[in-house]
C-alpha cells in the first residue's frame, strides 16, 4: 500500500512563512512527479505547483514568486516553501504523486493538511 504523509500546515499571519512537506511510502519503483493542490471552502481543488522527475518544476501563476516546490530523491519527499503568505492562500493542501508501483503509473493522494492565514 502506498501512503503520502503530509506535515507542516497551521495558523500563520499575513506575510508570514510555512513549510509543507510530504513523504511517499511503499512499493514504489518510481517517480514520475509530485505536486501539491489546494482546495479552498466552497471552490474547486486546483494544482499549486508540481515537480517532475526530470526536476522541471511548475507553480501556479497566483503562488509565482513567493512559493517553491522541492524534493528529496532518496526520501521520496516533496516539499512546498510558502513566504508572503495572503489571507486567500488560506484552504487544505493535498500532497499529490503520480508513482509506478508494478504495472503502470497511477495518482495517489495524501488526507490534506490545513493552511490558515489570517489578516
Known amino acids: 500500500q502506498v501512503q503520502l504523509l503530509e506535515s507542516g500546515g497551521g495558523l500563520v499571519q499575513a506575510g508570514g512563512s510555512l513549510r509543507l512537506s510530504c513523504t511517499a511510502s511503499g512499493s514504489i519503483l518510481n517517480i514520475g512527479s509530485m505536486a501539491w493542490y489546494r482546495q479552498a471552502p466552497g471552490k474547486q481543488r486546483e494544482l499549486v505547483a508540481r515537480?517532475?522527475?526530470?526536476?522541471?518544476?511548475n507553480h501556479a501563476d497566483s503562488v509565482k514568486g513567493r512559493f517553491t516546490i522541492s524534493g528529496d530523491t532518496a526520501k521520496n519527499a516533496v516539499y512546498l516553501q510558502m513566504n508572503s503568505l495572503k489571507p486567500e492562500d488560506t484552504a487544505v493542501y493535498y500532497c499529490?504523486?503520480?508513482?509506478?508501483?508494478?504495472?503502470?503509473?497511477?495518482?495517489?493522494w495524501g488526507k490534506g493538511t490545513q493552511v490558515t492565514v489570517s489578516s
Open positions: 515537480l517532475f522527475s526530470s526536476g522541471t518544476t
Open positions: 499529490n504523486a503520480y508513482l509506478y508501483l508494478s504495472r503502470a503509473y497511477e495518482n495517489y
